[in-house]
């Protein structure tokens, strides 16, 4: 769709998101970055014309991906990117990780997870609540560590 801004522009609309109103990414909290996900999340870009084109993945729990463990909540949009014959060719997920030190009241909430596919006839503004619902321990805590990168899948 030419009116909707390209796949590739994704991770720069998450980071001005992520910038309105704060001046430093040591000010963010959690609830913040849930607010300019669900930003992000509202907006369309141009992908193909199906219904798993363009997605949105929360999940949580406890991993040691940077090396020690950490309680990490993963706000995650995944496009589909097509070849020029309109098929499949590989995924792009833009990632805002928020990193929190281990406590025992975050480790008992285990690991979730939840997709949400624009396209469908799924409400948006239905999946965002029960998903901000899932961040109440941690949603006026200021991440330890975050990251906003983008990689193919």
């Known amino acids: 769709m030419p009116d909707r801004p390209r796949l590739e522009e994704a991770l720069g609309f998450l980071r001005v998101e992520l910038a309105t109103g704060q001046s430093e990414v040591t000010e963010w909290t959690t609830r913040n970055a ?3 996900f669900v930003c992000f999340g509202q907006k369309r870009f141009d992908t193909a014309p199906t219904s798993d084109s363009d997605g949105l993945l929360f999940q949580y729990g406890t991993y040691a991906f940077s090396g020690r463990p950490m309680f990490t909540v993963d706000l995650t949009r995944q ?6 014959d309109g098929e499949h060719h590989h995924y792009v997920q833009v990632h805002c990780e928020l990193r929190y030190e281990p406590e025992a009241d975050l480790d008992a909430l285990g690991s979730f997870d939840s997709w949400f596919f624009h ?3 799924a409400h948006l503004e239905e999946w965002f609540a029960v998903m901000e619902g899932h961040l109440a321990l941690v949603l006026d805590r200021r991440p330890s560590e975050i990251d906003l990168y983008e990689g193919p899948v």
């Open 119 to 121: 396209d469908t006839d």
């Open 79 to 84: 496009f589909d990117v097509t070849d020029d």
């Open 34 to 36: 849930w607010l300019a």
